[in-house]
């Protein structure tokens, strides 16, 4: 009896372990994109704004 419990209790705690590894994977996996999302925001920014700002003169102006 004293074998059956210890081997749901190893049992368990494993299944823990496994859950702790998730929530790691998971947080690298949100790291990741973060930096992805910074990175195209700083590659992609000043044509962006360049954009928005030919957009904003012609509605300012009348278009063409």
Do not use: H, P, W
């Amino acid at each position: 009896m004293i074998q059956y419990l210890t081997i749901m209790l190893t049992a368990q705690k494993a299944k823990m372990d496994e859950r702790g590894a998730s929530a790691v994977e998971y947080g690298l996996l949100v790291a990741g994109i973060a930096a992805i999302i910074v990175l195209a925001v700083f590659a992609f920014g000043g044509l962006v704004e360049g954009i928005f700002n030919d957009t904003a003169a012609d509605i300012e102006g009348g278009g063409a």
